[in-house]
């Protein structure tokens, strides 16, 4: 149970810094890939302890909620209109 728990805090922390770095028209766009890398490629990084691999997945699933729930009010942005300041 703390697992879930503390993985839905720190999904929300990346969505934060994801929000933070990017605007989240921006991230919407590429948030596939978002997903694959927070929810397969993150726990090959944590794979010499369960914990940490355990704690990578629940995160990276709660974030992929996250993003899925935030594109249903947010319209992605396409990167060929970043550059136009009329989409801010």
């Keep these: 149970m703390e697992f879930i728990i503390l993985g839905f805090f720190t999904a929300l922390g990346k969505y934060i810094?994801?929000?933070k770095l990017f605007s989240l028209k921006k991230a919407l766009y590429f948030e596939k890939w978002i997903?694959?890398?927070f929810t397969?490629?993150?726990p090959i990084l944590f794979m010499g302890t369960f914990s940490g691999?355990?704690?990578a997945v629940f995160?990276?699933?709660w974030l992929?909620?996250?993003l899925r729930f935030t594109a249903?009010?947010?319209t992605p942005?396409?990167?060929f209109k970043w550059m136009n300041k009329n989409t801010r």
Excluded: K, Q
């Design 17 to 19: 810094i994801l929000w």
């Design 35 to 37: 997903d694959l890398f």
């Design 40 to 42: 397969i490629g993150l």
């Design 53 to 55: 691999a355990l704690l």
């Design 59 to 61: 995160s990276g699933l």
């Design 64 to 66: 992929s909620l996250f």
């Design 72 to 74: 249903l009010f947010v």
């Design 77 to 79: 942005i396409p990167p």
